[in-house]
């Protein structure tokens, strides 16, 4: 498989079943709910393991257009001209679900998607908390999962917390409530020493 062809893309979920008789994917997305660009992107790419000429199983890379998304519980059902009936679709339950990252890159004034601050530097007051590495929800608010020195805590990403992000950088200032790294696990001696 040719990684090189997934350089502009970004992952955004996995299929998780067949939706229907006629060839629908539901996606479980690893971003928010009913997403934005749900109803903009017109072409996905899936990464599944098929069998190759040897008949070994493999990781295949394949792309298909969009004919009509809609959400659906945790995620989005989506429809392709390519996959005509379920037995199609069912090959690709547990696809990687690729979309261009162009979809999910927020324009000047826009809210940020939670994915574009993935593996930014989080400082609170100007000393390093960590790296963010996921998100997590409380159903209230959208969580940084952030990696400290010795363990993972959640960060509530919300403006009253955020100073500055510096996308040049790959940096989020905040100015967090005393006490709330305590709260979600992370030790008193967990600052980085990075330069700022």
């Keep these: ?62 792309s298909f257009s969009v004919k009509r998304t809609r959400p659906h ?34 324009k000047s004034g826009e809210e940020v998607y939670l994915k574009e601050v993935e593996g930014f530097k989080v400082y609170d007051k100007g000393t390093l908390v960590g790296i963010i590495v996921g998100f997590s929800s409380n159903t209230i608010q959208d969580l940084l999962i952030v990696k400290t020195q010795s363990r993972e805590v959640e960060i509530p990403f919300v403006k009253a917390f955020v100073v500055k992000m510096d996308a040049a950088n790959k940096k989020i200032e905040m100015d967090l409530p005393e006490g709330l790294l305590e709260i979600t696990g992370t030790e008193e001696n967990d600052e980085g020493d990075e330069e700022n």
Excluded: C
């Design 1 to 62: 498989m040719d990684e090189n062809k997934l350089a502009n893309f970004v992952s955004v979920g996995k299929v998780r079943d067949s939706h229907g008789l006629k060839g629908e994917l539901y996606v479980v997305t690893n971003l928010d709910k009913a997403p934005p660009w749900l109803e903009q992107f017109s072409e996905f790419t899936l990464e599944y393991k098929a069998p190759n000429e040897e008949g070994k199983h493999e990781n295949q890379l394949k």
């Design 73 to 106: 519980k945790t995620g989005f059902i989506v429809k392709s001209d390519e996959i005509n009936d379920r037995n199609e679709s069912d090959l690709y339950k547990g696809a990687v679900f690729y979309i261009k990252k162009s979809y999910i890159e927020t």
